[in-house]
């Protein structure tokens, strides 16, 4: 897993990305100042799914909600470094699928960043530790490692804020024992509410990572109307 990551990371620009700073950057869950964040871009496995329309997320849904973000946490996978946003969402409406309305799921994304020690730390042998230490973060001072942050940006990652709203297409990690869902399709499952009623259409070209200035107009589509295909989509099924 961990040739995997590096040779993911080679491959990806380093860059940097306007947020708060560092001291309080975990408490705020805002994203770190520019000097206090190196970024790289991955792929996710989830874009294995490839949807070219409504009809083609329902079908690899296991649920899909209308849910706002009540809280987040980004942490490293233990032997790998990568990077997850675990989200807790609370559910305002469900267009498809038994989960209720009013309650909250956790969805698993990869991306995020945390503190370079713990993406270090995360790494099983000291053998790798110190290869990444030395390889990625040599210029880095001990007590650097410790305020300044590492960011794993997948293809259409979009940073989550507290309060965020989305139409979530989600399906259920199998893999784990206890109840998680991720993003169908990674970030083609997901329709952010840019204003109240108004929905992002996916697209890896506006988020906050690679469009921060907002220079793209966003494909939009209204709450109701996407409402509308999915349920006509998933009587269908």
Known sequence: MSNNKL?????????????????????????????????????????????????????????????????FEMVPEKGSGFVHTIETLHIIETLYG????????????????????DFLDAFETEMERSGFREGWFGKLSDEELGTKYFAEVPEGYYYPEIGDKAVYFVKKRLSSTEDIYYVAGAWQGEYREMN??????????????TDPEKKFAPRTIQYDELKEQILEAAGKQ
Do not use: H
């Open 7 to 71: 040779l993911c990371v080679i491959c990806a620009s380093m860059i940097l990305f306007a947020g708060c700073t560092s001291q309080n950057a975990q408490n705020s869950k805002k994203t770190p100042a520019p000097e206090d964040i190196f970024m790289s871009g991955t792929g996710s496995g989830e874009l294995i799914e490839v949807f070219n329309s409504v009809e083609d997320r329902v079908r690899s849904s296991d649920a899909i909600i209308y849910a706002e973000v009540a809280d």
């Open 98 to 117: 038994d989960l209720e309305p009013d309650s909250e799921i956790t969805v698993d994304e990869l991306g995020g960043y945390v503190l370079i020690k």
């Open 196 to 209: 109240e009623g108004l929905l992002v259409w996916p697209n890896v070209n506006n988020n906050s990572l």
